[in-house]
């Protein structure tokens, strides 16, 4: 499933950047997958989850991710693995993941690169596209 990454909220900071967008009943990736947050970092990609269920099925399939920017060529596009190896940490009160993106093979500049890319384009803007598998 791909989908266009627009944030709802974005912090650009000097030293860290953050952004995330909420998903609810008729987001083709809350309906399918039970995912009602991603967040993207300098540090993790974080997926949350509707219940304990949905992470649950999620975790229990190897998974995805392919990180696209249609407006150029940058180092910290590709496709990820989002499997036990690349979870830095799993929350089963709050049923979220945190998955690392040094796990994911990204270099600290690169990892830093993305996240200011999507936060420096605001809330509302979309400059990724997402294709989780």
């Known amino acids: 499933m791909t989908f266009a990454f627009t944030p709802n909220y974005t912090f650009d900071g000097d ?67 989002l499997t036990s190896d690349e979870e830095y940490s799993v929350n089963n009160t709050f049923n979220y993941i945190h998955y690392t993106w040094n796990d994911m093979g990204l270099s600290i500049a690169e990892k830093e690169d993305l996240a200011d890319t999507v936060s420096s384009a605001g809330s509302g803007n979309s400059v990724l596209n997402l294709t989780l598998s």
């Open 15 to 81: 030293s860290h950047d953050s952004s995330y967008e909420d998903y609810s009943s008729g987001d083709d990736v809350y309906d399918d997958y039970g995912i009602d947050k991603i967040e993207i970092s300098g540090s993790f990609l974080t997926i949350h989850f509707t219940n304990s269920t949905t992470m649950s099925t999620w975790r229990g399939i190897d998974r995805s991710v392919v990180v696209d920017y249609p407006s150029g060529t940058e180092s910290w596009e590709g496709t990820f693995d």
